[in-house]
């Protein structure tokens, strides 16, 4: 794995004059190769993902006559699914020392899935497809997440996550916008427009090709099993912390289709809805990588503390929100939280656990997540039936100050 040595120049002869160390190299430029194939790779496979996903409510509903119970119950599955493979598969990558294979096996998986949608027939094909995306999901999240962490230099660790999420983010609002346009072009033919998702799909796993894994992954000091308590106790304290930290945050990130009900509570007209993931995935590309170059300069705490304060601003304004505007303030807020903040916790789990286990800590790191986005998104669900929407961005706010402070009290790493 590269260290911060590989980038101080050597030593010279003792002829030569000494010579003033060098800084080390930042900035895009500095990102390796691999990371840039990774961002591009992610980006290919959210556009697939998000032309397909942006629709396939409308078209189970309409074309296939599933009731909304029915969508509720498939994208359940789903979500667990992916949820209980990242932390095997994370585990795996540490017990072959095998990243760049699983990563591959996942979106190669994901993309074989794709031509199940235009031709499928029944909800039953959905259901099908659905689950064996999820699990490609979660074969390739905990590895690859590992994987740029064995990549990036260990002074632009926050650049390489920032720019990977970015990139992964631009491909998040530019698949819906292209499945807008494709639809208006084809007239609705939701099947024409899964048929174009297929292309970007396979492109990402073409992309896999230009991804080195470096050699250091594959060591001889690799767990005797795929899974060993002694693993997780080695995994230390600050590691714990932070997942703490995470799963706090998580209950208060719920799921953002909390912010397209709002702005439709508010009375943005529904043909303009998809606009609120828009905007969201815009802001959050903007950040991501900004805020990963500035973790890399100062101490991480900060700026994931901004990024909590940013989260509070957001659900006040959605709270208090009163027109389509301030929603859409609010949405903007919401967007930037999430790029100071996600590809800094990814950093941040990075720099607490050794490279041999670090896609077991990825895997559990995403499992605590995603358990805790399951409870969010219910109890704000609950929260809205029961007291209306200001209460569950309220509740939102409060559970982000106990991440707040949590974070500042205790040093993560």
């Known amino acids: 794995m590269t260290t911060d040595e590989d980038f101080l120049p050597k030593a010279g002869t003792i002829t030569e004059q000494p010579k003033a160390a060098q800084p080390l190299p930042n900035g895009l430029q500095a990102i390796p190769g691999s990371i840039w194939a990774l961002g591009f790779v992610s980006m290919f496979a959210d556009i697939s993902s998000e032309m397909i996903h942006s629709l396939l409510p409308v078209f189970l509903v309409s074309v296939l006559g599933a009731s909304t119970s029915a969508v509720g119950l498939i994208e359940g599955i789903a979500e667990s699914t992916g949820l209980i493979t990242k932390v095997f598969s994370g585990t795996l990558s540490d017990y072959l020392g095998r990243r760049k294979l699983l990563t591959t096996l996942g979106y190669g998986l994901a993309a074989f899935t794709k031509p199940l949608f235009p031709l499928a027939s029944s909800v039953g094909w959905v259901v099908t497809a659905r689950f064996i995306d999820r699990i490609g999901k979660g074969i390739r999240g905990a590895p690859r997440d590992a994987l740029v962490g064995d990549i990036a230099p260990p002074n632009l660790r926050g650049a390489c996550y920032g720019l990977r999420q970015s990139l ?45 894994e470096p050699e250091t992954v594959r060591s001889a000091d690799k767990p005797r099993s795929p899974i060993r308590g002694a693993d997780f106790r080695q995994l230390g304290a600050a590691y714990w912390w932070l997942v703490w930290i995470a799963a706090v945050l998580t209950l208060a990130r719920f799921s953002e289709a909390f912010l397209v009900l709002r702005a439709q509570n508010i009375g943005l007209a529904v043909a303009l809805v998809p606009l609120v993931m828009v905007v969201m995935n815009i802001a959050y590309a903007i950040s991501a990588y900004p805020a990963g170059q500035l973790s890399d300069r100062m101490d991480r705490r900060l700026v994931l503390a901004a990024g909590f304060g940013v989260l509070i601003g957001s659900d006040v304004v959605l709270a208090l929100a009163t027109d389509v505007w ?42 605590t997540s995603g358990i805790a986005l399951l409870i969010a998104s219910f109890l704000a669900g609950w929260l809205w039936d029961q007291y209306g929407p200001q209460a569950t961005f309220y509740a939102g706010a409060g559970f982000t100050t106990v991440a707040l402070f949590s974070t500042m009290v205790r040093r993560p790493v």
């Open 326 to 367: 301030l929603v859409m303030a609010g949405v903007v807020l919401w967007g930037l939280h999430m790029g100071l903040t996600q590809g800094l916790l990814a950093a941040l789990v990075a720099d607490t656990t050794p490279s041999r286990l670090r896609g077991t800590a990825f895997g559990v790191f995403n499992l």
């Open 168 to 212: 992964d983010t631009v491909g998040a609002f530019a698949g819906p916008l292209i499945a807008t346009i494709l639809m208006t072009l084809t007239l609705n033919s939701f099947r024409t427009v899964f048929w174009i998702a297929v292309v970007p799909a396979f492109l990402a796993v073409v992309l896999m090709i230009f991804v080195k």
